[in-house]
């Protein structure tokens, strides 16, 4: 397998979000308003942790794009929850690409503690044989939860399966950070 | 008239553009292909060069976006002749915008002997507001053409009206200039 | 005052550090270590903010580049508070700049709660006129600190002077996001 | 031999040259001046084409950051050939580098008819295991040299070796290319 040209769309796509997703906050901040994404990254999926998946999920090589909704990845940080919701909203309005599917973990979070919202697009790059149709997702989360995510995600990385100990307390972690972006909704709207 | 604002949409679609032109370029690159595409450069017209075409044209401000096609302009320079109509084919293939307008000045160079191709764009961009069709402007042209170009429209701006020997000059240098691309098409046959 | 000529050295000073102090994260990965560098960004003060403080810190136009030290600046977020040392020991160590200041708010919050790193540094900018010395600031802090830092920010501008009930909420908020640092750190240090 | 660790300082290097490199023409811009710099690109040389002078010049695998002394290039392209001495000015005034050589093939073609100033510096990079000084070679050239080596190197490329009638008419071509540049610093002189 080729693994260069096999990720060339998706590098393409994770470019193209993100000037995208990057100017929408540049054109809140010309207007003088409050933009409710704070900042944007974005990712290709490693070879390495693709054929990780791979053997553990008995994936078919030649299947790869179907069945990997993530090798394109775009992250969208918040300040605050509610605005998880209006750059949702934002998404849903856009005709560049088509929302296949929404999960929400803000409202509803993984047993691990893990919140964010994603949403899996269809995203129509141009190559230069033609349009391409490529699956991708965009998480958007707020940097409360940003954090919890980074730190669980390294800390899960770097010692494989967690221990039972660690895992719980990272989930309370998971309590304790959302409860910061729950104090700060509640401020806000006392305000 | 607030310039930052009216400049926003047009900033976005020459930030995309070059994402999405320079992403060709590395396509043909990875798939170890020659690329027609050499390079890629974009620019929104200054507010100064609008003014005046504002004021020379008699136009109306508030059809700005209509009556000026170039506002936003990307530019893709290629290596040989040929190149520029490979390029125009994979532009014309292309989903995401659609072509309004094609003036091939490579076969028929205005008088001053000024040689590109250009093709004028409905882009869709996406602000928070909405979708909003954009007119953009795409050159096509060889370096060789590039470089007539450049310098041709440093002197002009910098000598305000050219003098006719000047202008006599340039349009013969832009005769050399072509002439070398035609010798590098035959030296290309003949190989 | 031309403000554009003014900002020049501290656009340029702004651009480089985002590039090697981003380009210091790309070298652990590369290497396959962890990087105490999470993320890097950067911005040049507004000219608004400038006026704000000429008018109410009587500030002398004519001084501007030696009374203020953090018209450019940059910001290097970290996962864990032990990461914050490993980047100030990064930073000691450079020869591309002098550091004049260090001040350490991580171990001595300010009375609102506010916690960071800051190193001033004189960094010396090539202009074609030849060198120049630029002040510029850095900020070194953990994701959960910026999340308070940046919210906190958003509030007080939006609220101009803040209640002391919203004050003291935001201290408050403070210092349960720096439990969430201490836990983090005590949670790496059993495992 | 690890690659990607080998080239992790010329990457570097590349990138923060160019930053410096285009901020320059950048300032000129701001200033109202005209830029003698046009545009700037930059590369790391390959390790294909590493590999192949390894061979080709039976080179020891630990001197190639002393024996090669382009692995990082960056290529300054200026409008008139004036400019050239104009950069080259530009460059020696620097303090962030240290020039080590210098080579006129602007005023002394190769045989091949190859045309550009080339300075080789030594570069202080920060990496986080320290200072590391490295090899750089910047080429100042035209835009018409450009255009003259692009298509040489692309032909040389695809050829291999040129046949004799092949290279003698790319040098003819090289001597036409220079003559438009000679026509230009005329044109200029007499305006």
């Not at 179907?66 to 969208?76: M, N, Y």
């Not at 997702?137 to 409360?144: D, N, P, Y």
């Not at 669980?152 to 895992?167: P, Q, T």
Request: no cysteine; glycine share 4%.
């Amino acid at each position: 397998m080729d693994w260069e040209i096999f990720f060339t769309p998706y590098v393409q796509t994770v470019s193209e979000l993100k000037v995208k997703l990057r100017g929408l906050r540049d054109q809140y901040e010309k207007n003088g308003e409050d933009s409710p994404i704070e900042f944007v990254t974005g990712r290709v999926k490693s070879q390495a942790s693709i054929e990780e998946k791979i053997v553990r999920r008995h994936l078919d090589e030649n299947r790869l794009s179907l069945d990997l909704q993530d090798i394109a990845g775009v992250r969208i940080m918040t300040k605050y929850v509610e605005d998880i919701y209006t750059v949702v909203d934002l998404l849903r309005q856009r005709t560049d690409f088509q929302i296949l599917e929404e999960r929400d973990y803000v409202t509803n979070a993984k047993p691990s503690g893990y919140r964010s919202y994603h949403i899996v697009i269809e995203y129509p790059v141009q190559m230069y044989s033609g349009e391409l149709k490529v699956l991708a997702e965009i998480q958007v989360r707020t940097m409360a939860m940003n954090f919890w995510a980074t730190v669980e995600h390294d800390l899960r990385y770097k010692h494989g399966e967690l221990s039972d100990n660690l895992a719980d307390r990272l989930t309370k972690l998971s309590e304790s950070t959302f409860a910061l972006d729950q104090e700060l909704s509640e401020i806000r709207a006392v305000e």
